[in-house]
């Protein structure tokens, strides 16, 4: 091999020592219309695998608590569609185009409408944030980062230029996109608990309803692979902004 030539642990020491890196965030790389276009086609293939709740209880509450926190962020409740799932997960989801969607089993969970209001407060928050098109534009960006250095570093001679490239695709789904999807969901937070004051519920019941939540999940895996903040982190951020508010 030539001296202009990198060997795979000359790459890989350039890498760690910073010579290749990235942006703190991408562009916007998809258009609003289609991020809108493809939640409302998420939301409809949701509505026809999952049957929606026949318990009115859940139902209405989810409808009260939402109607509150929409009309405090001056928004037409009747533009969103909120619905509960007939699914003991205990989870729930946004898409874009104004959907809200709650699993049968977060009932379980929480004990109260204000512990309710922090989880739509969240949902609502990530719709705010257009955190689906950061999300989707991030991916693009990782796509078309990660295929543009196999180019440069196959043209290059670099050894191994595939399997850099492709260990280095990984490192960009560890290091960058994960991470800012944990950003998402404190910028989420935020936004659930000031809406949450602003509505006239008590933002300390999410403290209550995220301690509920770790006794109902139980063990997770480390933080740094995770898409979603571990409890212990989540509860003290958000006590964090508690004090802000």
Known sequence: MCNACLSRRSFLSLAA??????CDGPP???PDAQVEAMGLQAWEQMRAETPASRNAEYQGALDAVSRRLLEEQNQRPQDWEVVVFASPQINA?????RKIGIYEGMFGVVQNTDQLAAIVGHEIGHLAAEHAQKRMSA???KSLGVRFLAWVLNVGGVEYGNEIAAALGLGVEVGLLLPYSRDHELEADRFGLQAMAGAGFRPEEAVTLWQRMQAAQG?????????????DSRIEQIEEILQTI
């Open 139 to 141: 991916q693009v960006a």
């Open 93 to 97: 989801f946004a898409l874009p185009g």
């Open 17 to 22: 020592a910073g010579t290749v890196s990235a």
């Open 219 to 231: 063990n997770r895996g480390p933080e740094f692979l995770a898409t979603h903040p571990t409890p």
């Open 28 to 30: 916007d790389l998809v």
